[in-house]
Each structure stands twice: as structure tokens, then as C-alpha cells.
Nanobody, 122 residues
Framework: QVQLVESGGGSVQAGGSLRLSCAASGLTFSSYAMGWFRQAPGKERDFVAA????????YYSDSVKGRFTISRDNAKNTVYLQMNSLKPADTAVYYCAAAPPLSRYLIGYTYWGQGTQFTVSS
């Protein structure tokens, strides 16, 4: 059974930093690209960042480029999202997901975590 478990959510003031983690089990982690998505109240789930199997290729949405960094540790079956210069607009539930090929699109992802709430206060 595949499980993706996000952690690290909470609250932080604008301008601050936070790191989210996603621990995977039940799948061959190094065979999957990993992505982060977020969903704000009343909005659709949007792409944030993605990383290829070995971490050599990364994608970012325009809204987070230069502020967020996605990384992975295949030895720990974990993907991370380092978030800096946070804004209230970053407030959302953050989800990690696993995809056989690297993708920016929800439809490309096979497995999803339950999400972790993250709030940025002004």
C-alpha cells in the first residue's frame, strides 16, 4: 500500500521560512518523480513544484520560482519543499504526489498524500 505522508505544516509570519517534508512508503521511490501542489480555500489545486527521479530536473510555478526549492533524498524516501520569503498568498493545504513521469499537471500524478495545512500571517 502506497503512502505519502506530509509534515511540517503550521503557521509562520510573512517573510519567514518553512520546510515541508513528504515521506513515501510502499513504492520504489527512486522510480517516481515527485511533486508538490497546493489548494487554497475555495480554489483549485495548483501545481507548485516537481522534481525528477534523481533530482536532476525541477519545475516550479511562476508564483514560487526563486522562493521555493524542491529536493529529494532517495535514501530516505523523502521529498522536501523549502519555502522562503513567504507571503499570505502561500496559505493553503500542501499536498505531495508521486508520478511515473515528471509532470506539472495533476492528471500525471498517481499517488497523493493527505495534505498539510500551512498558514502565512501578515
Amino acid at each position: 500500500q502506497v503512502q505519502l505522508v506530509e509534515s511540517g505544516g503550521g503557521s509562520v509570519q510573512a517573510g519567514g521560512s518553512l520546510r515541508l517534508s513528504c515521506a513515501a512508503s510502499g513504492l520504489t521511490f527512486s522510480s517516481y518523480a515527485m511533486g508538490w501542489f497546493r489548494q487554497a480555500p475555495g480554489k483549485e489545486r495548483d501545481f507548485v513544484a516537481a522534481i525528477s527521479w534523481l533530482g536532476g530536473t525541477t519545475y516550479y510555478s511562476d508564483s514560487v520560482k526563486g522562493r521555493f526549492t524542491i529536493s529529494r533524498d532517495n535514501a530516505k524516501n523523502t521529498v522536501y519543499l523549502q519555502m522562503n520569503s513567504l507571503k499570505p498568498a502561500d496559505t493553503a493545504v500542501y499536498y505531495c504526489a508521486a508520478a511515473p513521469p515528471l509532470s506539472r499537471y495533476l492528471i500525471g500524478y498517481t499517488y497523493w498524500g493527505q495534505g498539510t495545512q500551512f498558514t502565512v500571517s501578515s
